[in-house]
């Protein structure tokens, strides 16, 4: 998988691509360590990733404890088909806001 974080007037992003699985924690890992450098809200951009999993889900839920402790709010973006089902599924729209 690909992260690429960015910065933004009111915050930061972390722009996902391909598979959030387990075998991606690493490269995830160091872009929540990157963009909670920033200032502001923190958006986990999620447009091109296809699939994930539960090991995908305990990040993001780790990305929101690390945040929550700096005061961030943190909201999963652009989440659609079965990327969108999981986090419904999983009721993720009561820990995070997603648009």
Known sequence: ME???TRSAD???IKLNGRFDFNAHREFRDGVDRVLKE???VDVDLADVAYLDSSALGMLLMLRDKAK???REVRLVNAR???RQVL???NFGKLFAIP
Request: charged letters at 10%.
């Open 3 to 5: 992260v690429t974080v």
């Open 11 to 13: 915050g930061a992003q």
């Open 88 to 90: 419904d599924i999983a």
């Open 81 to 83: 088909g079965s990327v």
């Open 69 to 71: 402790g700096g005061n």
């Open 39 to 41: 200032n502001g809200r």
